[in-house]
């Protein structure tokens, strides 16, 4: 085997490794029931309209981000922006 070969094996094996152990920590800290109950989930306050992105950002593909992505499995916090992401080539396009 070479050795980028053998780096990328040596570099995959420490990567699996942390992966482990953090899951192995979160794991460790998790409560049985500490979660969002299934009403919860299913409800959503969300009542005003901000924003048509389908039309502003025709024709990309984008996700919502940071905060109010996680409106759909924890709490809403106040919030003063809206992250979205969206595809490098796509870009141009949008912002035009």
């Known amino acids: 085997m070479n050795q980028v070969k053998q780096l990328a094996v040596k570099q995959g094996t420490k990567q699996a490794r942390f992966r482990r152990q953090f899951i ?24 005003k309209d901000v924003a048509i992105l389908d039309t502003i950002l025709s024709p990309g593909s984008y996700v919502i981000i940071g905060g109010v992505a996680t409106w759909l499995y924890m709490p809403e916090r106040m919030i003063l922006d809206l992250g979205i992401l969206i595809l490098a080539q796509d870009a141009t396009s949008i912002y035009n």
């Open 24 to 47: 192995a920590l979160a794991l460790k800290r998790a409560r049985p029931g500490s979660g969002s109950s299934i009403k919860f989930l299913r409800k959503r306050s969300w009542s």
